[in-house]
T-cell receptor
Framework: AQKITQTQPGMFVQEKEAVTLDCTYD???????LFWYKQPSSGEMIFLIYQGSYDQQNATEGRYSLNFQKARKSANLVISASQLGDSAMYFC?????????????FGKGTKLTVNP | GAVVSQHPSWVICKSGTSVKIECRSLDFQATTMFWYRQFPKQSLMLMAT?????????EQGVEKDKFLINHASLTLSTLTVTSAHPEDSSFYICSATLRLAGADTQYFGPGTRLTVL
């Protein structure tokens, strides 16, 4: 089964510190993509970072980095120097191919709260 | 770049009426768009995949006659909730796929909050 697991319903971090949000995945496809999205209270889903299954290096995008450990099937998101505006829901997603079409499978999300 | 808009951002309607939600990719063409539904404090649930010029592909358990999807052009897909009932009240989000650096990435609209009285 193709599945994304986010085991942390909620996380707290002090402003300016780093935080890691966990994500594990399950797929038998040799080719897949992993995504992280941020959803503030306003509701929009903001694309943060992408990691392809064949990418040799961990993806980075500003303060966001993806700790990709293929053997462990994990794709944790690391946010460095947390800011108050980082408080939001974070969803890990995997691109899968089902029935000939590509779609995203989402985890249940982690609510991050950044404390001043 | 990669901006997706949705209209309206919120709508309140009476039970039994139909509501149309538009999803537009503003600065790119999207062959494929997706429609999701999200209940409070839950993850996104894919409703259907919308391909330009062809019929939408619905996920199991989604009533195609209730949720009509039309993908009229490479920049516009619409979701019509027909004969809406209170249980259809939800947050509806669309996304459009853009290929960047060899990867297809879904960019999401801001969502539409539907309340059926």
């Amino acid at each position: 089964a193709q599945k994304i697991t986010q085991t942390q319903p909620g996380m707290f971090v002090q402003e300016k510190e780093a935080v890691t949000l966990d994500c594990t995945y399950d797929t038998s496809d040799p080719s897949y993509g992993l995504f992280w999205y941020k959803q503030p209270s306003s509701g929009e889903m903001i694309f943060l970072i992408y990691q392809g299954s064949y990418d040799q290096q961990n993806a980075t995008e500003g303060r966001y980095s993806l700790n990709f450990q293929k053997a462990r099937k994990s794709a944790n998101l690391v946010i460095s120097a947390s800011q108050l505006g980082d408080s939001a829901m974070y969803f890990c997603a995997m691109r899968v191919t089902q029935g000939g079409s590509e779609k995203l499978v989402f985890g249940k999300g982690t609510k991050l709260t950044v404390n001043p | 770049g990669a901006v997706v808009s949705q209209h309206p951002s919120w709508v309140i309607c009476k039970s039994g009426t139909s509501v149309k939600i538009e999803c537009r990719s503003l600065d790119f063409q999207a062959t494929t768009m997706f429609w999701y539904r999200q209940f409070p404090k839950q993850s996104l649930m894919l409703m259907a995949t919308s391909n330009e010029g062809s019929k939408a592909t619905y996920e199991q358990g989604v009533e195609k006659d209730k949720f009509l999807i039309n993908h009229a052009s490479l920049t516009l897909s619409t979701l019509t909730v027909t004969s809406a009932h209170p249980e259809d009240s939800s947050f509806y989000i669309c996304s459009a796929t853009l290929r960047l650096a060899g990867a297809d990435t879904q960019y999401f609209g801001p969502g539409t909050r539907l309340t059926v009285l």
